[in-house]
């Protein structure tokens, strides 16, 4: 006999457990590598885990991205595709769940968040205005300097500092925006560029409070706000839990409320929305929507499938409404909380609050003996797989790229290391997995050397680059 006591995870807790609500039904095998296999593998992919091929990942986080599980729902709608070229049922049913849980009036599918992004860009900004934003994300901020404008982060000073527990880290500073405004002059100002749960930030949401707050400021100068909702029914449920007079109001309605107050979205279906590939955009102005339904004919495909299969926008639409439903969406941070509260308490060092779809390592403080200029977020995810088999992303200098004007690295406060997770898709177990291998990598720290970037593409380099361990 031993005197042992095994404990849930609910008791160790000192509370009821919780489960997935949901049960699985089809399963697809993963397999654990050799150390030597790893070591191969990392060294052809150029030390980036965006050139692996996923056959060699065991649990892979590298995004939420497009890699979530869709529900027998979802894969009975797959077969209900009606791909007309014109005119698919398909479409209006997404149109019908964009309206009914979003609130729009009117949308443009497209093929994925990027789609979206490039149409918005293209139809509001003109050479020289300015476009600012709580913190940059990588496509969204190409696709508006392409366009000729210039992103200014007007996001609190907070959600630069890995260390502050600021409830709502994704609010827009106000004061940053009505001085750029009065600076520049309402014109100069294409839009406020407003995202959900801020993705650089480490997944950080933004409050009620200041979402409302915007609109009076942008409201005063007549500057109109869309809303990146790629992850915006996760920022509801912080809403739901950290804002005074939201407890008792349901996710499909903190969402509703929230996209109210502004102007329009655009959206990367396969995060919140559940599906493996898909995207659209919606607005309230009606000659905007002209000009959107016009340019999406030209880079996406028909203003009734932009991109899409009748098949996948299906799916979407049966997504969206699975992914308001309030035991879904706490179950899905849930887990991220769980993986995040494990790492906090063996001191290993994560953006706080743990945000909503990922936890972000601060390889800053984890590789303390490390400069930036040798890529410690990359050094890390490289480290990682090394050991485990565990596939994260580099969130930090190589994302953040170069200044178009001085051609320099742009060279962020945050560089992370990301491991995003899946919706629907992992268990309590990976998550462990995960966990053990976190620490493993943390205890072997000072033997770390980083990283020399030997290739760099000139977009988005972070997805192509390739490196050499230094020695
Ligand atoms: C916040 C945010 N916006 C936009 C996008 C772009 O979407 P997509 O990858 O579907 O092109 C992403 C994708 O990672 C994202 O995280």
């Not at 593998?41 to 599980?69: C, H, K, P, Q």
């Not at 839990?241 to 509703?256: F, N, Q, S």
């Not at 995003?420 to 976190?438: G, L, W």
Request: aromatic share 10%; proline share 4%; glycine share 8%.
């Amino acid at each position: 006999m031993t005197d042992r006591h095994f404990r849930t995870m609910g008791q160790q807790a000192e509370r009821r457990s919780w489960a997935e609500p949901w049960k699985i039904k089809m399963v697809e095998p993963i397999r654990m590598t050799s150390r030597e296999d790893r070591a191969r593998a990392l060294a052809e992919a150029g030390y980036n885990t965006f050139l692996l091929r996923s056959e060699d990942v065991y649990i892979d986080l590298l995004t939420d991205s497009g890699t979530g599980a869709m529900s027998d729902r979802q894969w009975a709608g797959m077969m209900l595709g009606d791909e007309a070229y014109a005119g698919s049922r398909n479409f209006y049913h997404l149109e019908d769940a964009v309206r009914t849980y979003y609130g729009y009036p009117h949308v443009v599918p497209t093929h994925q968040g990027r789609g979206a992004e490039h149409l918005m860009s293209r139809a509001l900004i003109s050479r020289g205005q300015f476009v600012p934003g709580n913190m940059y994300f990588t496509t969204t901020r190409l696709h508006q300097e392409l366009a000729g404008g210039t992103f200014v982060d007007v996001i609190i000073d907070e959600a630069h500092d890995p260390t502050s527990l600021r409830p709502f880290k994704g609010n827009v500073d106000l004061d940053k925006l009505d001085g750029l405004i009065r600076r520049e002059g309402a014109e100069k100002i294409a839009f406020m560029s407003l995202a959900g749960t801020v993705n650089m930030a480490g997944g950080q949401p933004v409050a009620m409070a200041n979402v409302r707050a915007l609109r009076e400021l942008c409201d005063r100068y007549g500057v109109r706000i869309y809303l990146d909702a790629t992850r915006m029914v996760e920022n509801a449920l912080f809403i739901q839990e950290r804002e005074e007079g939201y407890r008792d109001t349901p996710i499909a309605a903190i969402l509703k409320e929230f996209c109210s107050y502004t102007d329009g979205c655009w959206m990367s279906a396969k995060k919140d929305n559940l599906v493996n590939i898909g995207g659209w955009l919606a607005v309230r102005d009606a000659p905007l929507f002209d000009k959107l339904r016009n340019l999406v004919v030209v880079y996406e495909g028909l203003h009734t499938y932009g991109g899409m299969a009748g098949r996948d926008m299906e799916a979407v639409a049966i997504g969206i409404a699975e992914s308001v439903e309030d035991d879904h969406v706490r179950a899905r941070v849930g887990q991220v909380r769980y993986l995040g509260d494990l790492l906090l308490d063996w001191e290993i060092p994560i953006v706080v609050p743990v945000g909503g779809h990922a936890i972000f390592l601060d390889a800053r403080r984890f590789y303390a003996h490390l400069a930036q200029d040798v890529f410690p977020a990359q050094t890390l995810a490289a480290e990682l797989y090394l050991d485990s088999g565990v596939r994260a992303m580099e969130r930090g200098i190589v994302s953040a790229g170069r200044d178009p004007k001085t051609g320099d690295h742009r060279r962020p406060k945050l560089e992370l290391t990301r491991l995003a997770i899946p919706r629907r898709v992992y268990t309590q177990a990976h998550m462990d997995v995960v966990a053990e291998a976190v620490k493993a990598v943390h205890d072997a720290r000072e033997g770390a050397r980083g990283l020399r970037m030997v290739y760099e593409p000139s977009y988005l380099r972070f997805f192509q680059a390739r490196f050499d361990p230094l020695p």
